[in-house]
């Protein structure tokens, strides 16, 4: 029994670890820092994009700061039920058991959204889920009463009200914390934003973009919101920008994604104030289209560029790059320069920045829903509140 005891104790705080870094996780995804996380290997895999989608928060809070403050609760109870600094009666058995099925309940409603709306897992959130079974299983084998008799649930909710309380007082206490959060790293002065920034994109002037031109994801005909991006390789506001937009599209399938390559050099962009530069950032987006063309790859050569972009910031001749392209990608450098020199894709790169020129793109990276630009659309909550108001 003493060693059930310790094993339950030890659970929950796993538990309690698990969800304080799903915590850190959602808010480092949300103001866009850093890359991929290590439980982030393929689309369907992808904690990122779990983090952004849209029933990872409830009230501006996040799911996972509410299940650290529901366990460190239980935790608590469970802790001091062992040390008897709490009366061990029958009722606070029964509260334990309820929070663990509690539990198990929400895990499996939040398994079944992952599995059947989002359609992307997590591996620390199923972890989450695992180990709520595995708390339920040990608190329901650890505290058993031996006391058979009639449960009085009016006794129960006046002498143990406090049970109760703490219970029903996990969301406020989640809510407060994000709210704290928020404040410190200055995400509600972002949310005041995002009313300003949903009603410019609201009132824009609207355009129309060819979805054919570019590289395409969670492409659908009858998708309710097209997300437009018009962006340059070597833009360091560029890569930061498509680590938001990856996780978030990858977490919203109903969103319709087209990437625009539009080079800030006037050897293959059309805009008549844009000067000729050395050329390789048109290679680039060359590299990405081909990619596409050849082996559909256009995202993971999109995707290795931005990872490998500081190295390539200085390098006017990109051809040493090939032999690393061909052994990460597997795609043969010989028909990926034919390609890339081909004058179809210097057409088609000068055609997507033709339509960037024409919406009035003045930097990158520009962001448009529906035809509309979206200001600051690689922020988070602007983006969601937009796409939201959309759907």
Request: hydrophobic share 40%.
């Amino acid at each position: 029994m003493k060693n059930n005891k310790n094993l339950l104790i030890i659970s929950l705080i796993t538990t309690i670890s698990l969800f304080i870094y799903l915590t850190v996780h959602h808010y480092s995804v949300k103001l866009g820092l850093g890359g991929n996380a290590l439980c982030s290997i393929n689309s369907k895999i992808n904690c990122d994009a779990a983090a952004l989608s849209s029933f990872s928060e409830f009230f501006n809070t996040p799911i996972s700061i509410t299940g650290s403050i529901f366990h460190i609760i239980l935790l608590g109870f469970v802790f001091f039920y062992k040390l008897e600094w709490i009366e061990p009666t029958r009722y606070l058995k029964q509260t334990v058991r309820i929070m663990t099925l509690i539990a198990v309940a929400t895990s499996i409603v939040m398994g079944l959204i992952s599995v059947t709306v989002i359609k992307v897992a997590c591996p620390f959130c199923v972890a989450t889920y695992l180990f709520s079974f595995l708390n339920l299983y040990l608190g329901w084998n650890y505290i058993e009463t031996e006391d058979r008799s009639h449960f009085d649930y009016l006794q129960y909710f006046s002498q143990y009200k406090s049970h109760l309380i703490s219970v029903i007082a996990v969301p406020f206490i989640s809510w407060i914390i994000a709210g704290m959060i928020h404040e410190n790293f200055g995400l509600n002065e972002i949310l005041k934003m995002v009313p300003e920034k949903v009603a410019q994109w609201r009132n824009s002037q609207s355009y129309t973009f060819d979805i054919e031109v570019g590289l395409g994801m969670n492409k659908s005909p009858t998708a309710k919101a097209t997300l437009v991006e018009f962006a340059d390789f070597k833009c360091p506001h560029c890569r930061t920008a498509s680590l938001t937009l990856d996780s978030f599209i990858k977490g919203h399938p109903e969103v319709q994604f087209i990437y625009k390559p539009f080079p800030l050099d006037g050897t293959c962009n059309t805009s008549n104030q844009m000067q000729k530069g050395d050329g390789s950032r048109c290679t680039l987006a060359a590299w990405a289209l081909c990619a596409e063309k050849i082996s559909s790859q256009g995202w993971n050569m999109h995707h290795w560029i931005f990872e490998h972009q500081e190295e390539l910031m200085s390098m006017t001749d990109l051809k040493p790059l090939l032999p690393k392209i061909q052994k990460d990608l597997q795609i043969d450098p010989q028909a990926l320069t034919t390609c890339a020199d081909s004058s179809e894709t210097y057409e088609t790169i000068r055609k997507s920045s033709e339509e960037g020129n024409q919406a009035q793109v003045s930097g990158t990276p520009t962001i448009y829903l529906n035809g509309k630009k979206l200001p600051y659309g690689h922020i988070i909550d602007i983006l969601q509140a937009a796409v939201k108001e959309v759907n």
